[in-house]
Nanobody
Framework: QVQLVESGGGLVQAGGSLRLSCAAS????????MGWFRQAPGKEREFVAA????????LYTDAVKGRFTISRDNAKNTVYLQMNSLKPEDTAVYYC???????????????WGQGTQVTVSS
């Protein structure tokens, strides 16, 4: 059973930074891609960023390119999302997800955390 536990969310002013963490357990973490998604009130969940098994390949949605950075520490079974220059439109619940494959396939994430709230005030 794969378990994902997010942390690091909170309230921040526009222009500020947060770092989200996601601790994984239940399978060999380093064999699979990992990702972050978000869901704003009244909207569907959307892809934010993903990283391949080795960290050698990353993918971002256009809205966060240049501001967010996804990374992973396979020794700690943890994936991170560094969020800089935050905007009010980044406000959402952020979910960590574990991929089905080693490479990033945006539509192939099988396991989800419970989410962490990020609120950006203007």
């Amino acid at each position: 059973q794969v378990q994902l536990v997010e942390s690091g969310g909170g309230l921040v002013q526009a222009g500020g930074s947060l770092r989200l963490s996601c601790a994984a357990s239940g399978r060999t973490f380093s064999n699979y891609a990992m990702g972050w998604f978000r869901q704003a009130p009244g909207k569907e969940r959307e892809f934010v960023a993903a990283i391949s098994w080795s960290g050698g390949s990353t993918l971002y949605t256009d809205a966060v390119k240049g501001r967010f950075t996804i990374s992973r520490d396979n020794a700690k079974n943890t994936v991170y999302l560094q969020m800089n220059s935050l905007k009010p439109e980044d406000t959402a619940v952020y979910y960590c997800a574990a991929g089905r494959y080693a490479i990033v396939v945006v539509t192939m994430f099988d396991y989800w955390g419970q989410g962490t709230q990020v609120t950006v005030s203007s």
